[in-house]
């Protein structure tokens, strides 16, 4: 059974500093998907990560895929109040578009 | 990208009717996906609909509790049915995209049964 973990589930940061949300999932899959989830909202897609070592960033965002490893890494940099929201990872099962979800990683910006 | 229509955006219900979702895309596509996301929590996997054949439920989840239909290749419902408190969560379509590189939600479905 795949399974997907984030860590932390729960974060809170100053406003400047830098962090990294950490998403391990069990079997293999060469599909990993980043969201970003307001409150009440839907979710809004952040990035796709489709092979080994893919990196992408956007803005002050940045997030990698280690297949071996089964990990991937949203790492924030110079964060701000926007940013504040929750992300969710999820992994593509057996590349069928179903997606298995990490919990999510609640994110608070100080100022 | 996909641009997808879920209806009702809200609703409030009373326990043991049923509601209807609609999910409307702007382009053909061959999979629909149903998610639910109970309050403070993930989202999870409730079935796939494929046009023409019945849809495929995931473990915990059953037909007669959530029927979907696909009459087409741009429109799915799924209905909650037989309702309690216990259902109470926002619901999802999502759909493949891109050549299967991109996963779309649409805006979702807060359902609030009293």
């Known amino acids: 059974e795949l399974k997907v973990e984030q860590n932390p589930l729960f974060l809170s940061m100053q406003e400047g500093k830098n962090y990294t949300i950490y998403c391990n999932y069990s079997t293999t899959s060469d599909r990993l998907y980043w969201y970003r989830q307001d409150p009440g909202k839907s979710l809004e897609s952040l990035f796709v990560l489709l092979s080994n070592g893919a990196v992408k960033q956007e803005g002050r965002l940045m997030a990698s895929l280690d297949t071996k490893a089964r990990l991937s890494t949203l790492h924030i940099t110079a964060a701000v109040h926007d940013l504040s929201a929750t992300y969710f990872c999820a992994v593509d099962k057996g590349n069928t578009g179903k997606l298995i979800f990490g919990q999510g990683t609640t994110l608070q910006v100080k100022p | 990208s996909a641009v997808i229509s879920q209806k009702p955006s809200r609703d409030i219900c009373q326990r043991g009717t049923s509601l209807t979702i609609q999910c409307q895309v702007d382009s053909q596509v061959t999979m629909m996906f149903w998610y639910r996301q109970q309050p403070g929590q993930s989202l999870t996997l409730i079935a796939t609909a494929n046009q023409g054949s019945e849809a495929t439920y995931e473990s915990g989840f059953v037909i007669d509790k959530f029927p979907i239909s696909r009459p087409n290749l741009t429109f799915s419902t799924l209905t909650v049915s037989n309702m309690s408190p216990e259902d109470s969560s926002i619901y999802l379509c999502?759909?493949?995209?891109?050549?299967?590189?991109?996963?779309?939600f649409g805006q979702g479905t807060r359902l609030t049964v009293v």
């Open positions: 999502s759909v493949e995209g891109g050549g299967g590189t991109e996963a779309f």
